[in-house]
């Protein structure tokens, strides 16, 4: 039900009951129309509708993946390192930190980043011949994962004698990365079901099977996400149809553009919107509509809140000292905003959540009229990245050039929507805060190693700009938000702005084999290019280069924007 203050909200459904049963009807039909009217269109949705029948072929290969796990174990093998970007890496950075490695069993540290320190880091903190590298990407293409693989085999190669045995891959059959595994020797290659995209792949081999070699019960997911699919099926009346209701609660707002999904939690699983900001913004933002995913921000007043935003609170039966949060719901629904309520037994219900939102966001697309199973936008990025590379490789050099502000002497880039500003860092936020409506957004997008001090950092400026302007704000890491968020960002709502922050040189870091660049230089095209696609699609955007000490760099900044933000 959803209720807000002392009346229910009725949702603005143009459906009959006869209708929506049909919408659900063909839903489990798996009929491609209801996404598409273009016949070549709906042939490509139709090869990525497997994940509606995957667990039954999960159950059939969970033997498998439980002996694969327990012969790791066997090995001595205590860290598994997963490459991977985007669905092949989210859902396992999910239950790493939601279940963390059982007793016994190998720890699971996902590196889904081009950051060189990040991977320096990763590569220093572990024994070689104790550690098992899983190679994840539905196309064996993705440029980071093959960019770490070939970091990290050209050091275990000089470290033991098989390098070949600690490297397994999950891919789709006859990709680049099944072919390179088969050549090389890897200790095992899972192919995965082909249609079945990478954000709607939890419950496939590529969510199973690292949960398994940390030591997750796999058995008890799937039961869980059986349970889901049963409860959401076509004979289930429609008010008790938990995939259909969380659909249109999402499709009725995002039609009214109450576009600003909120997601609240218990604490336990916070990190359950990392996966779900990704399903949600890449399968609806697209055509200038979209759900645009708002986690990890700190609560507030709701008279702070803009009139776009709806809220999904999922909790956790029998979790205690959740009070705040609570009382932050009740206010909001006497402030009459739109809140959504789900609730987990215990934390295996999250293989019941994958599947829940995966249906209800692919009915929220439906009935935003969008494609939920094609990303048309985030090419824009990656062609870019590869021409800044391709210069660099010829030249030597990266063709960027930064202006200094003269007072805070930050270096920045602005766009063309803000050339105007003068060069000037706080003219281009004052332009940006200027223009930007409380039904907007600003995407904090740091290019920097996962760090939580630095996310403290931001969170206050998150916390300061929704105070201020009372619009939402976002926050993801590059290069993970381009293989999440990155798709709405350029084909959702256009009412947004962006803040990109990358870093000097630490140090020269080692040329990757076969690529011809370091990782530090992957890592920063990637924010170049995706600052140049927003600014070519006609975004406010800015571009910081911070010092190589970025949280002093990060710091400073903060005390520009705070005076900018504050100026009427």
């Known amino acids: 039900m959803l209720r807000g203050g002392s009346r229910v909200f009725h949702r603005p459904s143009y459906l009959s009951n006869v209708e929506k049963k049909a919408v659900i009807s063909r839903f489990w039909k798996k009929d491609p129309s209801l996404w598409a009217k273009d016949p070549e269109i709906q042939k490509q949705i139709t090869d990525r509708l497997g994940w509606l029948d995957v667990i039954p072929k999960m159950r059939e290969a969970q033997g498998k993946i439980e002996s694969f796990a327990q012969d790791v174990r066997q090995r001595g093998i205590k860290r598994i390192v997963l490459l991977g970007m985007g669905g092949s890496s989210l859902c396992p950075l999910v239950l790493s930190q939601v279940f963390g490695s059982q007793e016994g069993f190998p720890i699971l540290k996902v590196l ?11 590569a220093q903190s572990g024994d070689c011949n104790s550690t098992l590298f899983l190679m994840a990407s539905k196309s064996g293409t993705t440029v980071e994962p093959n960019a770490l693989f070939n970091y990290f085999w050209s050091l275990l190669k000089n470290e033991v004698s098989d390098p070949g045995s600690h490297f397994v891959a999950i891919t789709d059959p006859g990709t680049p990365l099944d072919k390179l595994g088969n050549n090389l020797g890897f200790l095992k290659i899972f192919l995965n079901p082909s249609d079945i995209g990478g954000r709607y792949s939890a419950l496939s081999y590529f969510g199973l099977v690292p949960a398994a070699l940390m030591g997750v019960n796999i058995d008890r997911l799937l039961q869980r996400a059986e349970e ?14 938990p995939g259909y209701g969380l659909g249109e609660f999402l499709g009725e707002f995002g039609v009214q553009s109450r576009d600003k999904l909120t997601i609240l939690t218990d604490s336990p699983i916070k990190s359950f919107g990392l996966w779900l900001e990704q399903l949600v913004a890449e399968s609806t933002g697209k055509e200038t509509r979209g759900l645009v995913p708002i986690i990890g921000e700190s609560t ?24 705040s949060l609570e009382g932050f719901m009740s206010e909001l629904r006497e402030a009459d905003f739109p809140v959504y309520e789900l609730w987990l037994e215990d934390l295996y219900d999250l293989g019941a959540q994958f599947f829940l939102w995966e249906m209800a966001t692919a009915l929220a697309s439906h009935f935003l009229s969008v494609n939920a199973f094609d990303e048309p936008d985030v090419r824009r990025s990656k062609e870019k990245t590869g021409a800044i590379l391709d210069v660099y490789r010829a030249e030597g050099k990266m063709p960027i050039k930064f202006w200094v502000d003269p007072n805070s002497q930050i270096h920045f880039r602005a766009s063309e929507m803000l050339a105007a500003s003068m060069k000037s860092l706080p003219r281009s936020l004052r332009d940006i805060f200027h223009v930007l409506p409380t039904w907007g957004y600003l995407a904090f997008l740091p290019y920097l190693p996962y760090d939580p001090e630095m996310e403290a950092i931001i969170g206050e400026m998150r916390y300061l700009v929704r105070e201020e302007k009372g619009c939402a704000t976002t926050m993801g890491y590059g290069p993970r938000y381009l293989h999440s968020t990155g798709q709405i960002y350029k084909g959702g709502p256009s009412s947004a702005a962006f803040l990109i922050f990358t870093r000097k040189r630490t140090k020269d870091y080692p040329v990757i084999p076969d690529f011809g660049v370091s990782l530090w230089h992957i890592q920063f095209a990637q924010a170049v290019g995706d600052f140049e696609a927003l600014s070519d699609a006609r975004f406010r955007a800015i571009h910081v280069h911070l010092p190589s000490d970025y949280r002093l760099g990060l710091r400073n900044f903060s005390k520009v924007l705070s005076r900018s933000v504050r100026i009427k």
């Open 300 to 323: 507030g007043i709701p008279g702070f809140y803009g009139g776009e935003r709806i809220f999904v609170y999922m909790r956790i039966k029998g979790i205690q000292g959740n009070d």
């Open 228 to 241: 889901m699919v049963s409860k959401c099926g076509l004979d289930i009346p429609l008010d008790k149809n």
């Open 112 to 122: 889904d980043t081009t950051d060189p320190d990040e991977v320096e880091n990763v």
